[in-house]
């Protein structure tokens, strides 16, 4: 089954505690972003990478680390969360240019940063 | 500066009405594209319409209608006979040169029995 998949989907974790969100797609898509969801504030791009070893910040890349190593990973790092980083992450994959193309995202991954 | 507004953050409206969700949307680029997604309260992300800027005409999928007007900078849809099912928030969203993509705050639609 074509999917993008996340872990871990639920994670509460304390300030300063590094910890990596895990992305995974088996689409063999070029363009893989992350988005953080926050009530009033929609969708919000952190990241996004047009294949491996390119990535690009989005509108809200403070705090945050990605890499792409392989074509299907798209890992997201916080080295040291802060409670404002609390919030509802997806990861989204899709084929070609991210630009031209509709985005299949992932079922989300929601932190809480204590 | 590139950008996407929904004004409508909630909507109501009785089953079998129609409703009309607004984005309205800024950028410099002339080659840009447009997107509608769907969030039902499960919660995934569900990808519903693509148009480009180069192609005004309007889109109808069953029940569903989008009016792309490059003039007012507008990509309204349409939900003709509203069922509960179609409660969900919806996001407009645009991608541009570059890849960066932006989105909408959503429209958060009720269908009420």
């Known amino acids: 089954e074509a999917q993008v998949t996340q872990n871990p989907r639920y994670l509460i974790t304390v300030t300063g505690k590094k910890l990596t969100v895990t992305c995974s797609q088996n689409m063999n898509h070029e363009y893989m972003s992350w988005y953080r969801q926050d009530p009033g504030l929609g969708l919000r791009q952190i990241y996004y990478s047009m294949n491996v070893e390119v990535t690009d910040k989005g509108d809200v890349p403070e705090g945050y680390k990605v890499s792409r190593k392989e074509k299907r990973n798209f890992p997201l790092i916080l080295e040291s969360p802060s409670p404002n980083q609390t919030s509802l992450y997806f990861c989204?994959?899709?084929?070609?240019?991210?630009?031209?193309?509709?985005?299949?995202f992932g079922p989300g991954t929601r932190l809480t940063v204590l | 500066a590139q950008k996407v507004t929904q004004a409508q953050t909630e909507i109501s409206v009785v089953e079998k009405e129609d409703v009309t969700l607004d984005c309205v949307y800024e950028?410099?680029?002339?080659?840009?594209?447009l997107f509608w997604y769907k969030q039902p309260p499960s919660g995934e992300l569900v990808f519903l319409i693509r148009r480009n800027s180069f192609d005004e005409q309007n889109e109808i999928s069953g029940r569903y209608s989008w009016n792309f007007q490059k003039s007012t900078s507008s990509f309204n849809f349409t939900i003709t006979a509203s069922q509960v099912v179609d409660s969900a928030v919806y996001f407009c969203a645009l991608s541009q040169q570059g890849d960066k993509i932006i989105f909408g705050k959503g429209t958060r639609l009720h269908i009420l029995p």
């Open positions: 989204a994959s899709s084929l070609g240019r991210g630009q031209l193309n509709e985005q299949f």
């Open positions: 950028t410099r680029d002339t080659t840009y594209y």
